[in-house]
T-cell receptor
Framework: KAGVTQTPRYLIKTRGQQVTLSCSPISGHRSVSWYQQTPGQGLQFLFEYFSETQRNKGNFPGRFSGRQFSNSRSEMNVSTLELGDSALYLC????????????FGPGTRLTVL | DQQVKQNSPSLSVQEGRISILNCDYTNSMFDYFLWYKKYPAEGPTFLISISSIKDKNEDGRFTVFLNKSAKHLSLHIVPSQPGDSAVYFCAAATGNQFYFGTGTSLTVIP
């Protein structure tokens, strides 16, 4: 069974630009959560989608948004990029909402110059 | 504000010995705790978990201990193997919100 895939794996952008990251869950998984990982803050929760609806949101500014499609694939968008947005963005998927077992993708490494 | 803390960024252990990774949390509402293992260039993988109603959970070489009064969680790996070298994240959950520590890099020396 294929794992969680994230594209692209690496991305370099400049301040002020916007970026869209993609996450394809394991087949059958309907919940997709997004996390930001930075060395100082660890893994921080961004938001969770289930059945194309955002179910929960972490403490991030409105520049961070997402959506989920009918096939459970999810995209995350960051607008007006700032240097501090440089991080590893991970998505994690699970069969159900509120599942405590999540399967993580390899992440997208975003560098903002 | 970091609700889950891993105060040791790194740990080195001899092969065959015990590795003990520690994690502290501040929110008494957390009801589920997890450990993830992460290799370079890969996403974290789920390792072991424990519910707040238990104080110990064991899975092969991995045991997680929970001390609710101290708000402290630890992961024991016995015996440690070189393949265990990775970054370990602890996480705490309440509802569908997860909070992660910053990770501890474990190196098992052959």
């Amino acid at each position: 069974k294929a794992g969680v895939t994230q594209t692209p794996r690496y991305l370099i952008k400049t301040r002020g630009q916007q970026v869209t990251l993609s996450c394809s869950p394991i087949s059958g998984h309907r919940s997709v959560s997004w996390y930001q990982q930075t060395p100082g803050q660890g893994l921080q929760f961004l938001f969770e989608y289930f059945s194309e609806t955002q179910r929960n949101k972490g403490n991030f500014p409105g520049r961070f948004s997402g959506r989920q499609f009918s096939n459970s694939r999810s995209e995350m968008n960051v607008s007006t990029l700032e240097l501090g947005d440089s991080a590893l963005y991970l998505c994690a998927t699970s069969l159900f909402q509120n599942s405590n077992e999540q399967f993580f993708g390899p992440g997208t490494r975003l560098t903002v110059l | 504000d970091q609700q889950v803390k891993q105060n040791s960024p790194s740990l080195s252990v001899q092969e065959g010995r015990i590795s003990i990774l520690n994690c502290d949390y501040t929110n008494s509402m957390f009801d589920y705790f997890l450990w993830y293992k992460k290799y370079p260039a890969e996403g974290p993988t789920f390792l072991i978990s424990i519910s707040s109603i238990k104080d110990k959970n064991e899975d092969g070489r991995f045991t997680v201990f929970l001390n609710k009064s101290a708000k402290h969680l630890s992961l024991h790996i016995v015996p440690s193997q070189p393949g265990d070298s990775a970054v370990y994240f602890c996480a705490a959950a309440t509802g569908n919100q997860f909070y992660f520590g910053t990770g501890t890099s474990l190196t098992v020396i052959p």
